[in-house]
C-alpha cells in the first residue's frame, strides 16, 4: 500500500527531474565555456567574469518574478516556457560573434534557469508528501551536483576535439530532447493557475533591476576600483532602484516579494546561514585553482580532480544527510552538517607547496558533502508551510537569496585570499609562501564563519513537535 501512495507524486516529479539535470549538465559543460570563448576571440582573460555574471544577473533577478508566474499560469506551462528559453539562450551561444553578443545570450540562459528551478522547488513543497520534502530537496540537489560532475571533464574533451561551439550545439540538442520529453507528461493539478490579472508588473521589473546591479556591485569594485566612477554610478543605482522597489511593492494589491513571508524567522535565519557558508562553494573552488596555480604551476589537472570530488562529496550529503530532517529535527542534523563543513574548511590550515590530490580533495570533499546537506535541509526549512497558491512565489524568492550567496562568497573570500598572497610577496615571501600563507588565513575565516552559522541554525524554530 505504502508503494502505491509513494507512485503519483514520483511520477510527477519525472518532468522536474529531468529540468534539474539538464540546468545540471548543461551548466558543467558552460564552467568551461568563458576561458574557450575569450581564448579563441582573443579577449582578455577577465572578460570570463562579464559572461558568468551575464548568467548570474539573471538567475537570481528573475526567480521571484518567473516563480510567481508559475503561482498565475501554473507549473507545466513555466517549466517548459523555461526548458525553451533555456534552449535559446544556448543555441545564441553556440553562434555567438562577438562579446556582446554572448553576453545576451548568457542572460538569456539564465532566464531559463531562472524559471525551472523556483517551479521544480514547488513541486516538491506542494507535491511531495510532508514527511518526505527533505527527501525530496536531497533528490533534487542529488541529481543537480551529480550532473555537474560530468559536464567539465566531458565540455573540456568535446573543446579540445571539436571546439566550443560544437560543444554548445551538444548543450542545444540536450535541451530539444529534454524539452521533447517534458511534453509528454500531465500533472495533477494542486492548485488552480491565477492568471495573470493583477500581476505586479512594475515590481517584477525593479526586482529585476535592484538585483541585477546588486551582483554587479562587487564585480565592478573588484574589476574598476571601489573608487571608480563606474563602481559608484553602479552602486548609486542599485541605491535608487532599492527604493523603488520598496514604493511599489508596498503600494502593490500582489507584490512580487511577500513581506510576511520573508519575515519569518526561519525564512530570515535560513537566508543568512546561506550567505555565511553556501557562498564557501565558489568561493573554495575559485581560491583552490589560484592556489594551485602559485604553488604547482606544473600540475594542471590536479585542481580538476578535487573539484570533481567536491561535487561528488555534494551528492553524497544530499543523498545521505539531507533526508535525515524528515524524521530528525532539521536544527540537529544542521549542526551536524555545518560541523562537516568546518572540518572541511580546518584541512586547509594543513595545506602545503605540495599538497597532494588526497590532502585537496579530503578538503573539498568534505566541505562538500557538508554544503550538500546543509542546501538541501535549508530549502525544507525555509519553505515549510508554504501554501499551494503561493509556492512558486516563495520557492522564486528562495531562489533569489540562494543564488545570490555564492556571488556574496566570491566577492568576499576570493579578494580576501588573493590581496594577502599580493601583500606577502610585497612583503618579500615568494609566490608558493604567500599561498600557503594566504590560505591558511582564508581557513581561518571561514571556521569563524561555520561558528557563527552554527550559533544562527540554534536560533531557527523547530519543526517537528516534541512528543
Known amino acids: 500500500m505504502e508503494k502505491t501512495t509513494r507512485k503519483p507524486h514520483m511520477k510527477g516529479f519525472l518532468p522536474y527531474a529531468l529540468a534539474a539535470f539538464l540546468v545540471g549538465i548543461v551548466g558543467g559543460f558552460s564552467t568551461v565555456l568563458g576561458p574557450a570563448f575569450v581564448k579563441d576571440l582573443d ?21 521571484p518574478v518567473l516563480g510567481k508566474l508559475g503561482d498565475a499560469i501554473g507549473r507545466r506551462k513555466t517549466l517548459l516556457l523555461g526548458i525553451a528559453i533555456y534552449t535559446l539562450g544556448n543555441l545564441l551561444t553556440a553562434i555567438a560573434p562577438s562579446l556582446l553578443f ?38 533534487y540537489m542529488l541529481i543537480s551536483s551529480a550532473s555537474v560532475v560530468f559536464g567539465p571533464t566531458l565540455g573540456g574533451l568535446i573543446i579540445n576535439a571539436y571546439g566550443w561551439r560544437v560543444m554548445m550545439w551538444v548543450c542545444v540538442g540536450i535541451c530539444a530532447v529534454i524539452f521533447a520529453a ?36 562587487p564585480s565592478f569594485g573588484q574589476n574598476f576600483g571601489w573608487s571608480s566612477t563606474p563602481f559608484i554610478s553602479v ?28 519575515a519569518r524567522r526561519a525564512f530570515l535565519l535560513s537566508v543568512v546561514a546561506l ?85 585537496l580533495a579530503l578538503s573539498l570533499g568534505i566541505l562538500g558533502f557538508g554544503l550538500g546537506a546543509n542546501g538541501t535541509i535549508f530549502m525544507k526549512v525555509a519553505l515549510s508551510g508554504l501554501p499551494p497558491e503561493k509556492a512558486g512565489a516563495g520557492t522564486g524568492t528562495y531562489g533569489l537569496f540562494r543564488d545570490l550567496a555564492a556571488p556574496f562568497g566570491v566577492a568576499v573570500f576570493v ?27 582564508l581557513a581561518w575565516a571561514e571556521i569563524i564563519c561555520v561558528a557563527v552559522d552554527i550559533a544562527v541554525v540554534q536560533l531557527l524554530p523547530r519543526i517537528h513537535k516534541k512528543a
Open 102 to 139: 554572448m553576453l545576451i545570450a548568457r542572460f538569456v540562459v539564465g532566464t531559463g534557469s531562472a524559471a525551472i528551478a523556483p517551479v521544480v522547488m514547488s513541486y516538491i513543497v506542494t507535491g511531495f508528501p510532508p514527511d518526505d520534502v527533505a527527501k525530496g530537496f536531497s533528490l
Open 275 to 359: 550567505f555565511l557558508t553556501q557562498g564557501l562553494m565558489q568561493a573554495n573552488m575559485t581560491n583552490i585553482i589560484v592556489f594551485l596555480m602559485y604553488t604547482q604551476p606544473e600540475n594542471t589537472i590536479i585542481s580538476s580532480y578535487s573539484i570533481s570530488i567536491m561535487y561528488i562529496g555534494m551528492s553524497l550529503g544530499a543523498l545521505l544527510l539531507g533526508p535525515l530532517a524528515d524524521k530528525k529535527e532539521p536544527k540537529t542534523v544542521l549542526t551536524c552538517s555545518l560541523l562537516l563543513t568546518g572540518i572541511g574548511c580546518a584541512i586547509m590550515l594543513l595545506f602545503t607547496e605540495s599538497s597532494s590530490v588526497l590532502t
Open 43 to 63: 579577449l582578455p582573460y577577465n572578460n570570463t567574469t562579464w559572461t558568468a555574471l551575464a548568467t548570474a544577473m539573471s538567475t537570481a533577478a528573475f526567480a
Open 235 to 262: 552602486l548609486a543605482a542599485a541605491i535608487v532602484s532599492l527604493f523603488g522597489l520598496i514604493y511599489a511593492e508596498k503600494r502593490a494589491k500582489n507584490p512580487i516579494l511577500q513581506g510576511s513571508f520573508m
Open 415 to 441: 579578494p580576501m585570499f588573493t590581496n594577502r598572497i599580493t601583500a606577502e610577496m610585497a612583503a618579500g615571501a615568494n609566490e608558493a609562501a604567500a599561498a600557503v600563507s594566504s590560505i591558511r588565513t
Open 182 to 217: 517534458c511534453l509528454f507528461f500531465r500533472e495533477r493539478n494542486t492548485a488552480s493557475p491565477k492568471g495573470l490579472s493583477g500581476f505586479d508588473s512594475l515590481g517584477g521589473a525593479l526586482v529585476l533591476v535592484f538585483f541585477s546591479l546588486v551582483l554587479c556591485v
